[in-house]
Structures are given as structure tokens and as C-alpha cells.
């Protein structure tokens, strides 16, 4: 079987968060949403209600976020992408600093399909080896271009996403039982030390 190989650059575009210079400033009347660390995950995409409201660092229009993008952690223990759709967002929004914000130019990958590849081992272990610094380790964006990405039909990506969701629910379903399971226990022993008409022998 034949495969591709391309590197990101190839069929993306990748820019830098918004320019902020220390802590973003946080304006209850902002204009516009900024999406940080904290606000993303690759399982549950951008919270956006938990986004901070803010104003553009200068008068040229800000490169707001898209649906399709990608945001990648910067720094961090891990590089995680995360899948952006702007749907449910109230306001424009644009990247914190500490992400890259990929976005696909290239019709050959769907753009779920690449955050979900990004997030993969065979791309963590590249980030994990071209990381620089030790107690907060980073990438470079010239290193998030040379990424090597795998580029199988459109068919296959699809049916690759279909078992990747059908493994996300699976999971979620186990943490639900067991979280069931932990709440029955710590009643039966709440139970325990209730009030008993047996007197102890």
C-alpha cells in the first residue's frame, strides 16, 4: 500500500495567538473572546463560556479564530491540538499567545482529522523530541511546520474518526460507571455509621 507523507506547512498555514505581552487583560465589556490553556482540551474542543472577554492589542483587525482551526499548545507537558468550531461562541475570538492556531489549506485532510492525528504518539513523541527547555518545555513553529503528517484517502479519515468517536463514548461511559460505583460506595459506607436499633454484642 502506498502512503503520503507531507509536512504541515505543506497543506497549512500556522501563525502565532494573538500578541499579548504579559496577562491578558481581562475587560468585562470586551469586544471579543480569548481562548486559553485553560478553556481547551482535545476531548472537549473550547469551552466558551469559560473564555475571558478582552480588546485587540492594536487597531489592525485581529486574525480571529475559524472554524476548522486548530490550536496547538505551545508549551506545556504536552503539544495537544484542539479541534476550534466557533458555533457556540457569543463573540469574535482569537488564540492566547501560548497556542498556534493551524489552519488547513489543503482540501486532502479534513481539519478533524488532523487535530486528532496531532494528538496521536507518533506526533507527540516529534514534539516530545524537539521540545527546548526543561521545567516548561516548548516548541518552536518552525518545528510545528516540519511535523510529518500522514495523508490517507478521505474514506479511510472518515472511517478512522468514526472509531475514534465510538472509543470516546466507550470512555466515557466507563468513567460514568465508575463514578457510579465510587458514589454507591462511599454511601453504603456513610450508611455504616448511621444510627442502627441493633445494639453491638
Known sequence: MKRFFVKLNQIATISAGHPYRGKIPEIDSGSMAVVQMRDASPEGGVDWSACLRSEPTSKKEPDWLQTG???????????YAVLVDTGL?????????????????????????LAWQLNQSPCQRYFELHAEGSAAKSIRRQ????????IPSLARQAAIMKLAHSMREE??????L???????????AASLLEQSDQPAK
Not at 461562541?89 to 482529522?113: D, G, I, K, Q, T
Not at 470512555?171 to 460514568?176: A, E, I
Not at 465508575?178 to 453504603?188: C, H, L, S, V
Open 69 to 79: 482551526d486548530i490550536l496547538v499548545a505551545a508549551r506545556g507537558s504536552t503539544n
Open 178 to 188: 465508575q463514578r457510579n460505583g465510587e458514589q454507591m460506595m462511599q454511601a453504603i
Open 143 to 150: 518545528v510545528l511546520a516540519e511535523t510529518p503528517i500522514g
Open 171 to 176: 470512555r466515557s461511559l466507563m468513567q460514568q
Open 89 to 113: 461562541a457569543s463573540l469574535p475570538a482569537v488564540a492566547a499567545p501560548h497556542f498556534y492556531v493551524v489552519r488547513l489549506h489543503s482540501e486532502a485532510l479534513s481539519p478533524e482529522f
